[in-house]
């Protein structure tokens, strides 16, 4: 047996595995039929899937109208919704480049599905923009090509064309990252299908081997993209950012936003990962990989990004306390006491103070807390994009035009429907691919886990084989 | 990327420690490896393999590279060349406004760029059939393979024995 965790380290495979423990722990959620968990949370998501499509198409026959957004608060729910989904879809690339690049071993337990997170609430988050356009057969207007009403191009010094780059590549790299990760896993299930199965998986593992030049050009593509996807990240949510800072209207014109915004969106992100992975860890039976350390570990991230959004906070009302300039006083003035008070709480007791009960270390450890404040930490990055938009744009330059927002039920709809949308495709995921990335929790299993008991485990062989300093010397490879 | 089949015969490994002592013992005995084969990334099997580092980076670099030109040439020519409009009474030619989408551009070249080159040099494409020796070596077990198609049995016998000494769990021909 050998024991090879240095005792300053987590363990973050439990259950004594040995590498076949592994591949089957892991690829039998999809091969054996689904749950009937998984069946009804699949058809409630499939019925707001429906709600949404419904929605949807009122909106496009029927027109923007049917929003409730009016001629002051003319972004409303819908760039609020956007802006919610973005931020969740921040946390997928953290945990899988950052975390790459930092060498944090605990990212292997989570960053398949945490990146299949991210792919999803980016589609999501892209639904609203492109119907706030209202005509949505012209949206290909948004991307720069002569088009026919003589060559005349995009504004490349719009924000919300930057936003366009921005998200499209961040959607693409992001499925690039996850699918280049995948196609491993994708043989392993292949190489213990049979018969229809196994044809649908070799196509889509493209004729993996495990070649070992093939693993290290694997290895090199893994590193430079999360090297790449590292800036592209934290570029994503400052440009979204910048469609606020770049305005002219108090309370967005502000130079905090872009790592305020960057901090809420890990912040948003990482709740809605331990949302989902307590959930996923419970029905899949991943505890083994999935350990109350992985969720420790995230936790500290929400304390940490949860703190910095509310020094933000406060540093705005600060800012514009100092700046002795009136419009912008009188625009967070408005922000706490005028209309949408509310929302102001709600925000500050979500995103600031509940957080802070992640200091004590049984709450961080405790499940039923994590998936509690996940929720509530949900909530608050919800109220803050609506803080941000709503309650700025109710009280404008002109108050014979102040206004007071209420969504419709399509906007309802719409936001509710979107969830389904992210839901089912998620609950699709878990059914044709492994849900942890099996390689990498392989190469981790005898530095990370309990005890590794493969058919050649010998006595100290772990300690010979990975002393401390190969330990170190395998994470610079 | 061969497309004739190949005669293989291949070990099984049980632990990578394993695996890493056949490749040392083979290149000792100067035992022409065809491949290896693991279900994981080993670490420390490059060097002995003599496997150079992959060159994937530069072109990621150059990728990259391609991809800022392409994005802030084309923006330059568009507001200074082809339809030069004023947005704000800023200069044409406004370069931080540019940044931004020069940013993108090289970050998705470089990714696209470098991905598809990765699939085409290791062979890889949707659709493409796996020469897959044994379905367990994406599962726990780590391959040696020799090439034996023109090999004697004197030849297969001599590595049949190497297989034998260096304790592989298993020894498999396989033509693919």
Redesign the interface.
Same mark, same amino acid.
């Given at each position: 047996m050998s024991q090879a965790v240095a005792p300053v380290r987590h363990v973050l495979i439990t259950g004594n595995k040995?590498?076949?423990n592994i591949?089957e722990d892991l690829c039998v959620p999809t091969e054996k039929s689904p749950t009937r968990e998984w069946i009804i949370a699949f058809a409630l998501s499939a019925a707001f899937l429906g709600l949404y499509v419904f929605a949807i198409c009122w909106t496009v026959w029927k027109g923007i109208g049917e929003w409730g957004a009016n001629r002051t608060i003319n972004w409303a729910w819908d760039i609020t919704n956007f802006v919610w989904w973005i931020g969740i879809g921040h946390a997928g690339t953290l945990i899988s480049a950052i975390l790459l690049l930092f060498r944090q071993r605990w990212r292997t337990g989570v960053n398949r599905a945490a990146e299949a997170m991210t792919i999803f609430a980016v589609i999501c988050a892209g639904q609203f923009p492109i119907f706030h356009m209202g005509r949505v057969w012209l949206a290909f207007f948004i991307f720069?090509f002569?088009n026919t009403r003589g060559?005349? $191009?995009t504004?490349?010094?719009?924000?919300l =064309? $930057?936003d366009v780059?921005?998200i499209s590549?961040y959607f693409?790299?992001s499925l =690039? &990252?996850w699918y280049?990760g995948l196609?491993?896993d994708l #043989?392993?299930v292949? @190489?213990?299908a049979t018969g229809m199965r196994r044809k649908m998986y070799?196509? &889509?593992?493209?004729?993996?081997? !495990?070649?070992?030049?093939? $693993?290290?050009? $694997?290895? #090199?593509?893994s =590193?430079? =993209?999360a090297g790449?996807?590292t800036?592209?990240v934290l570029?994503v949510h400052t440009?979204v950012s910048?469609d606020f800072a770049t305005s002219v209207i108090p309370g967005w014109h502000t130079t905090i936003f872009p790592p305020y915004f960057v901090a809420g969106a890990v912040f948003s992100g990482f709740a809605m990962v331990q949302t989902l992975m307590v959930i996923t860890r419970k029905v899949l039976r991943l505890e083994d990989y999935i350990t109350v350390n992985h969720i420790e570990s995230m936790n500290k991230v929400i304390v940490l990004t949860g703190t910095i959004v509310g020094v933000a906070y406060l540093t705005e009302l600060f800012i514009a306390w100092y700046s002795g300039y009136i419009y912008e006083q009188f625009a967070f003035y408005n922000r706490v006491f005028g209309v949408y008070w509310w929302s102001y709480f709600g925000m500050m007791f979500c995103n600031v103070v509940s957080p802070q009960l992640f200091w004590s270390r049984k709450i961080r450890r405790s499940i039923w807390w994590t998936f509690f404040l996940s929720i509530v930490v949900n909530i608050g990055m919800w109220f803050e994009r609506f803080v941000i938009i709503a309650t700025t744009l109710a009280r404008d330059y002109l108050p014979s035009s102040w206004s007071y927002y209420r969504p419709t039920w399509v906007e309802i709809s719409i936001f509710t429907g979107t969830m389904g949308l992210f839901f089912t495709l998620y609950l699709i995921f878990t059914r044709v691919a492994p849900v942890v990335a099996i390689?990498?929790v392989? #190469?981790i299993l005898k530095v990370a886990g309990d005890q590794y008991i493969?058919? @050649?485990a010998k006595p100290g062989?772990g300690h010979s084989?990975h002393s401390a300093s190969e330990i170190e010397k !395998?994470a610079q490879? | 990327m061969a497309t004739e089949s190949k005669k293989v015969l291949y070990g099984l490994y049980n632990d990578e420690e394993d695996l890493k002592g056949a490749v040392k013992a083979a290149n000792a005995a100067h035992l022409d490896i065809m491949d290896v084969y693991t279900p994981f990334p080993v670490h420390g099997l490059d060097p002995i393999l003599g496997l150079n580092e992959s060159r994937l980076h530069y072109l990621g670099f150059i990728y990259g590279a391609i991809g800022a030109s392409f994005g802030f040439l084309t923006m330059t020519w568009v507001f200074t060349r082809d339809w030069p409009i004023v947005f704000g009474g800023k200069p044409y030619w406004s370069v931080p406004a540019f940044i931004p989408i020069t940013f993108e551009m090289t970050v998705l070249f470089a990714a696209w760029g470098m991905t598809i080159t990765f699939y085409t040099i290791c062979g890889m494409w949707p659709g493409v059939k796996a020469k897959t020796l044994d379905n367990r070596i994406t599962d726990d077990k780590f391959c040696l393979a020799f090439d034996v198609t023109s090999s004697t049995d004197n030849d297969v016998d001599q590595l049949k024995g190497f297989f034998t000494q260096s304790q592989a769990a298993e020894v498999n021909v396989k033509t693919i």
């Open positions: 040995s590498y076949h591949t720069p002569p060559p005349l $191009w504004n490349f010094n719009s924000p =064309l $930057w780059f921005a590549t693409s790299v =690039l &990252f280049t196609v491993p #043989a392993t292949r @190489d213990r070799e196509f &889509f593992s493209f004729g993996w081997t !495990g070649s070992a030049k093939h $693993w290290q050009r $694997w290895e #090199a593509l =590193l430079v =993209l790449i996807s800036p592209l570029s440009i910048f390689a990498e392989k #190469a493969g058919p @050649d062989h084989s !395998g490879h | -």
